[in-house]
């Protein structure tokens, strides 16, 4: 029981280091909004490689922990708040179309070359 705790733990660590490090280098909001699309693409590999493998005792680690850490969705809904505080309605509107066309689409995308990849 204790070994996937510490598995999705040791992830979140990793993937929230890596989440930090993103918002250093890319600017509020568009950080979280690269979070979002790159961890959509990522779980839609890691989803493919680890089913077609039998290696679903990486998903604790992969998908809970370093993705769940990465991804920011939470943050993602502070931030539009944040925008819509500022008056930027706008902006926020196009933050969370933009943000949710562009995860599902990544995702998508990551499906897809993870599939052809295993052909």
């Known amino acids: 029981m204790m070994a996937p705790v510490i598995s999705v733990a040791l992830g979140g660590a990793i993937g929230s280091v890596l989440r930090y490090l993103v918002g250093l280098v890319v600017a509020f909001p568009l950080g979280t909004l690269a979070v979002n699309v790159i961890g959509s693409f990522a779980i839609g590999v890691i989803w493919v490689h680890l089913a077609d493998r039998g290696l679903q005792h990486w998903l604790p680690f992969l998908m809970t922990g370093v993705l ?7 943050a993602f809904t502070l931030d539009a708040l944040r925008l819509v505080e500022e008056g930027r309605v706008t902006a926020a509107g196009g933050y969370v179309l933009g943000s ?3 995860s599902i689409l990544a995702c998508g995308l990551g499906l897809w070359i993870a599939r052809g990849m295993a052909t």
């Open 68 to 74: 769940g850490g990465f991804t920011t969705f939470s």
């Open 100 to 102: 949710v066309v562009a």
